[in-house]
C-alpha cells in the first residue's frame, strides 16, 4: 500500500481560514516549533514544483528562522526505514511497510535540514508525543505552547495537535505551512482542529506575533530562569500561571532579582511588581511594557 499520488492544490488563504473558538495568544517565550515528517518519503507523493509545496517549504523555512532569532527551539518529527512488523503494529494495515530501509528516502528534505540546536524525534505513531520524549522536554524548557507545520494536515499534524492539547499544552496550526492529501483533507483538519483543540493561523501572523524586539538583554526565557535560579527548592521547570510565592520566591530575592534586569535598561520597581500577580505571566507583561517603553522605536 503506497502513498497516493497528490493532485496540486492552492494553499489556503487567511480569508479562508475557518473561526477558531479560542483566542489563545502566541508567546516567543511559551512556544516551540515542531516541524513534522517533513522526510523525502513523504514529500515524494507530491509535484514539488506545483502548489501546495513551494508555499508550504517557504513558509516552515521563514517560521524556522523566526524561531532561531528568538531562540525558540525547534523540533523534528522522522519516521524511521524499514521498520518491523513489531514496530509498525496496525500502521501495517492502513499503510503497509512504510519508509524503505536506508537514508534516503527517511531523510529530512535539504530545503529544511535541521540545525545545531535542533531536537530530532523518532516518530512511531501519527502523534509526535507518543513514544517520544517530546512532551517532558517541553516541559522541561518551560514550553506551552506547540506551533505545528509539514505534513500530512489530517493525519499526524491533527493528531499531534489534539495530543498536545490533551497534555495542557496548547496547539497552533499553521494553516499554510501544512499540506495534505487533497484541499478537501487539508479544510476538514483546519476546521476540525479550530473547533476542538488548536488555534488555526498563518505563518504571516505568526511572524507577526514573533516579532524580534531589542529588549536588551532580557527575554522571558532568561526572567524564567533568573526566577528558578534564586529558588531554594525550583522545580523542573516555571509554569507561567505558578504563584512564585508558594514556590518560596521572598522580598529580598525579587530586589536582587530587580537590580539585574535594571542592568538590562527596564525600568521597573518594586511596587509594580507587587500590584500584580506574583506568576510569571503577569510579570513578563509588566517586564516586556517597560521594554517597550523604555527602548526607542
Known sequence: ?????????????????????????????????????????????????????????SNIN?????????DIPVFYSAQ?????????????DFWGDGIAAGPEAQAIVDELAPGEGDVLLT???YSAFVRTNLDAVLRARG????????????????????HAFMQEVQPFLVA???ADFSEADHRMALAWGAQRCAVVTTAASVLEDLVVRPSRGLSRARVAGDLLSVLADPPASLRGDT????????????????TTWREQGIAISFEDLAEVEPTLDTWWSVIEAATTTSTPA
Not at 20 to 28: D, F, Q
Not at 143 to 162: E, F, K, N, P, S
Open 143 to 162: 514550553r506551552d505552547q506547540l506551533l505545528v507545520v509539514g505534513i500530512y494536515g489530517h493525519i499526524g499534524c491533527l493528531m499531534t495537535a489534539c
Open 176 to 178: 499554510d505551512a501544512i
Open 1 to 57: 500500500m503506497s502513498l497516493p499520488r497528490i493532485t496540486p492544490y492552492p494553499m489556503p488563504s487567511a480569508s479562508e481560514l475557518p473561526a477558531n473558538r479560542v483566542a489563545w495568544r502566541l508567546e516567543a517565550g511559551r512556544c516551540a516549533l515542531l516541524i513534522h515528517d517533513m522526510q523525502e518519503h513523504f514529500l515524494g507523493a507530491f509535484d514539488r514544483s506545483a502548489p501546495p509545496i513551494p508555499e508550504l517549504l
Open 243 to 258: 504563584d512564585l510565592m508558594d514556590l518560596g520566591l521572598d522580598s529580598i530575592a525579587v530586589m536582587g532579582l530587580l
Open 80 to 92: 524511521p526505514g524499514g521498520q518491523t512488523l513489531d514496530q509498525r503494529g496496525l500502521l501495517q
Open 62 to 70: 521563514a517560521l524556522r528562522e523566526r524561531c532561531a532569532e528568538l
Open 123 to 125: 516518530k512511531w505513531r
